[in-house]
C-alpha cells in the first residue's frame, strides 16, 4: 500500500495516487482526491494547478468524454451552458450553435426545426414531435397511463422525501 508525504497509509485508494494525494471515485465515475479536508474533481484540480481558479458558472470539459483522461492537452473551460450543450447533443459551428438532437424522433435537426422560447434555448422536441406530444397529452388513456405512473412513483420515492 502507497504513503502520502507525512508516511501515513493512503487508505481505500487501492494505491492510486497522484501528487502524494489518494485517488477515490464518485458515484458518477470521476477521480476525486481530498486536499485540506475538501473533496476536489481531479481534472478540475489539474486543470486548477496550471491556469488558476475555475471562473464561477464555467466546467471543465473532457474533450474525449474519457473520465478517465485527465491529461491537460484534453481539458477545456466551457460555459456551464455550452458544456450542458454539448453532452445533450447540440452541434457547434464555428463558434455558433447550429443543430440539436431531437428527444422525439432522435434525429438531428436545425434549430430552426425547434420552437423557440424567449429568452431560452429551444424546446427538446422538434415541432413535428411537439405537436404529437401535445396532442396525446389529452388523451384519456394518456392520462390514465400518467395517473398510474406518478402513483409508483410517488411510493418509490416516499420514504426519502419524507426523510
Not at 481530498?34 to 464561477?56: A, C
Not at 429568452?119 to 405537436?131: A, E, F, Q, V, Y
Request: aromatic share 14%.
Amino acid at each position: 500500500m502507497k504513503r502520502n508525504s507525512k508516511g501515513q497509509f493512503i487508505k481505500g485508494t487501492a494505491g492510486n495516487t497522484y501528487d502524494g494525494f489518494g485517488i477515490w471515485y464518485d458515484k458518477k465515475g470521476y477521480p476525486i482526491i481530498w486536499i485540506n479536508n475538501k473533496s476536489i474533481k481531479l481534472h478540475v484540480y489539474i486543470w486548477e494547478k496550471e491556469n488558476g481558479e475555475k471562473p464561477k458558472g464555467y466546467d471543465i470539459h473532457h474533450m474525449d468524454e474519457d473520465k478517465g483522461n485527465y491529461n491537460l492537452d484534453n481539458l477545456e473551460l466551457l460555459s456551464y451552458s455550452d458544456h450542458k450543450k454539448i453532452h445533450a447533443g447540440w452541434i457547434e459551428e464555428n463558434g455558433k450553435w447550429i443543430a440539436k438532437l431531437c428527444k422525439g424522433c432522435w434525429h438531428v435537426l436545425p434549430l430552426d426545426k425547434f420552437y423557440q422560447r424567449k429568452g431560452l434555448t429551444p424546446l427538446n422536441r422538434c415541432i413535428k414531435c411537439s405537436s404529437i406530444y401535445f396532442k396525446n397529452r389529452n388523451i384519456k388513456e394518456y392520462k390514465a397511463k400518467r395517473k398510474i405512473y406518478m402513483k409508483k412513483y410517488y411510493k418509490l420515492n416516499k420514504e426519502k422525501w419524507l426523510s
